[in-house]
Structures are given as C-alpha cells and as structure tokens.
C-alpha cells in the first residue's frame, strides 16, 4: 500500500470536477450568456439593424442594450430577452434538463 495521496478526481469527468469544486453552475451561466449575446449580435446583423435601433424598438435605452450584449453582464432579466427576441422576429425558449 503506497502513502501517497489518492487523488479524487481520477476518473472524473471535467463536469464532475467543477461540480465539486462548485464553479459548474456558475462556469454554464457564463456560457449560456455568452451563446445568448452571440445570437443576438447575429441576428441584429442579419437584419441590419443597429444597438440604438434595437433600443428604440424594445422601448428601452442604449445602454440597457449594451448590458443585454454584454457576455460578462448576467443580469438580465427574462422580460428583456424576450423583448430582444421579439423585436429580431424570433421567439424565447427555455428549458429544464
């Protein structure tokens, strides 16, 4: 039997690691967020329209667009995607896995 000390994380996956570590929710959040502004991005693209029109169409200002395009900004409300999805003509889905 060695003395040396058994790592726990042998054989682990890398999901597994964080969960322990509990960084997992937090690291899928960023994730999730960045996917979100990403699509927005290219959809405000796709339809030429620019942050202040987005702005003006979703009755709010430029800056609250700036921080829903932000993919280090987590705090935006499901109200504000669903305006953002609605004014590039698309829908809002969310769901549990």
Known sequence: MSNEPVNK???SSFDDFLA???LLADI???ALK???AF???QEMKRSGLTKTEL???METSRSAVD???D???????LRTLERAAGVLGKRLRLELV
């Open 9 to 11: 994380h042998i054989g």
């Open 20 to 22: 322990g570590d509990g």
């Open 28 to 30: 899928e959040a960023v």
């Open 34 to 36: 960045r996917v979100i």
């Open 39 to 41: 699509q927005l991005e």
């Open 55 to 57: 702005a003006f169409r």
């Open 67 to 69: 921080r829903l395009l």
């Open 71 to 77: 993919p280090e900004n987590h705090a935006v409300t």
